[in-house]
């Protein structure tokens, strides 16, 4: 057994604090970066958004990007379906930087490639991929949930530039993205249309770029200016057309009269009227107007809803409806046509007073004022309503027929000259035309024998007289020529007649020397004729 001295005795130490020691540095200082780096992508993650689309073409979770002003701000993380499974609904995760963005009227939409009649945009992506695009709204409500455009939006929100209301009764050639015109410069574009609730007209949003919006005033007049017009007047064809771009894809012009062109712009979101054509656009506006109708017992074919009515060519209003009139009892059609009638363009610039505009026509009709269906083009075929005086007319007045006004019309120009041809057409039927055709047949046939006779009998002549008359002239020919040939004997130089001719001459210039010298004598010795010559003494 040991001894127990020799077992070398405990002893107690006390317990020293804890410490750290170096190797477990590393971990503890990985562990705070990671932490630190947990907690900084958890404060700098941004927020979460969804966005709905009526389809994910062009969208890839993971992949696609979400840019504003080509700048990224976020990435898509996941594609769903909507609880009816009629969208696709996109997750979005979003920068820090970018949840000021998120407000109300914040727009988003799928930039690809896209080729539509206004314009061609996103052909950049063909080959960096889709993405989605964001307009920053300026509303002060925030979201998260948020509905994708189809289209990319025309005009940003931060484009400078005011948005104005225009109405119309179709949209013509129009679509989003048409441009606007300003004295043949382009300053803006549609960029929405909708239908009105009743279906009556539509309604266009167009957006005019400053500085051009100044121009438009309160009474600007707007026009569609799709395609071109064609106007023949006495000035030759003239042709109106804002550009190409608008005869192809449609688009809308804008004018403010001279005299407001110094007025203040007007407001924002304003609404106008967008006229069909710039000559309906610039027309005076009239003040009042009246509905008349025309009873017409004749044919109205190339009448139509809007054709002019005018007074001595100048118009004085529209036609609005035609109806047609059957009354049963006595079997009678007549066609009532409503017109529209401006009474201030037949007032002109004349003072009225206050008197009621419809006893203007009151006045004109019982003076002789009619209304007729003419011409209005030879080659379309279409007719006008036309407003003139007939004096020869009977005495009329404006007929007041279940509370409607009734002008006298009468009847067209062309239903006279119809009406005029079928009195002649009857009087030349009871005319005997088959016995007189009967006589004209014989007549013929008897001139036709003529002719035959008279052909054969100059071919008689030609056979039997032609020869002789050419034997005829022959021989006058050879005796001709024998008397030219005796002329020439009598009539020549040394021939014997012109000898005693010479001769003769010169015994009548003897006789003649004579009797002149007998008449001297005569006149010297006058008392001769009695007593006879007496010699004269010599000296």
Do not use: C
């Amino acid at each position: 057994m040991q001894d127990l001295a020799s077992i070398p005795e405990a002893r107690v130490t006390p317990h020293r604090r804890w410490s750290l020691q170096l190797v477990w540095l590393i971990p503890i200082i990985a562990t705070l970066i990671g932490g630190w780096l947990a907690v900084k992508a958890v404060l700098d993650r941004g927020p979460t958004i969804t966005i709905s689309f009526s389809t994910a073409e062009g969208l890839e979770p993971e992949k696609t990007r979400v840019k504003y002003r080509s700048v990224d701000i976020g990435r898509v993380t996941a594609i769903t379906f909507s609880e009816d499974r009629t969208r696709v609904v996109a997750t979005v995760a979003l920068n820090k930087q970018a949840k000021p963005f998120l407000v109300a009227d914040t727009r988003f939409w799928v930039v690809r490639p896209r080729v539509s009649g206004a314009q061609i945009s996103g052909l950049g992506t063909l080959l960096s991929g889709a993405y989605i695009g964001m307009d920053a709204g300026a509303s002060s409500d925030s979201r998260r949930e948020f509905v994708g455009l189809d289209v990319p939006p025309i005009v940003t929100v931060d484009l400078p530039g005011r948005h104005f209301q225009l109405r119309a009764d179709d949209l013509g050639s129009l679509d989003v993205g048409s441009p606007v015109y300003f004295r043949r410069v382009q300053v803006g574009s549609v960029v929405a249309f909708e239908l009105d609730k009743d279906g009556a007209g539509v309604q266009l949003r167009v957006f005019i770029n400053a500085p051009h919006d100044r121009h438009v005033k309160a009474d600007t007049r707007f026009w569609h200016a799709s395609g071109f017009d064609v106007a023949l007047d006495a000035s030759g064809i003239r042709l109106n057309t804002e550009s190409v771009a608008s005869m192809l894809l449609g688009g809308v012009a804008f004018q403010t009269p001279a005299e407001s062109v110094q007025a203040p712009p007007a407001e924002g979101n304003a609404s106008f009227t967008l006229y069909p054509d710039q000559g309906k656009a610039l027309r005076l506006p009239d003040t009042a107007e009246e509905t008349y109708h025309l009873v017409f017992d004749e044919s109205v074919r190339g009448l139509s809803v809007g054709a002019p009515v005018d007074f001595r060519g100048v118009v004085v209003g529209e036609v609005t409806a035609i109806e047609i009139d059957f009354d049963p009892k006595s079997m009678d059609v007549r066609i009532p046509v409503e017109v529209r009638l401006y009474p201030d363009r037949l007032r002109g610039k004349a003072k009225q007073g206050a008197a009621p505009r419809s006893a203007l026509i009151d006045k004109l009709v019982s003076h002789g004022l009619r209304a007729q269906l003419r011409s209005g083009s030879l080659l379309t075929g279409q007719l006008v309503v036309a407003l003139d005086y007939f004096p020869d007319e009977p005495k009329a007045a404006v007929l007041k027929r279940a509370g409607r006004s009734e002008i006298p019309t009468v009847a067209s120009s062309l239903q006279e000259l119809q009406a005029t041809l079928l009195r002649l057409a009857r009087k030349l039927d009871k005319l005997p035309l088959a016995a007189t055709v009967g006589d004209a047949r014989k007549s013929l046939k008897a001139l036709e024998s003529m002719l035959i006779t008279t052909e054969s009998t100059m071919k008689r002549v030609d056979k039997d007289l032609t020869p002789q008359a050419a034997r005829t002239l022959a021989d006058l020919s050879r005796t001709l020529a024998h008397v030219e040939r005796g002329l020439d004997g009598l009539v020549g130089e040394d021939a014997p007649i012109q000898r005693d001719v010479r001769e003769t001459l010169r015994e009548v210039s003897r006789a003649a020397e004579a009797l002149r010298s007998l008449s001297d004598y005569l006149e010297r010795n006058p008392g001769a004729i009695l007593r006879g010559r007496v010699e004269e003494p010599a000296q």
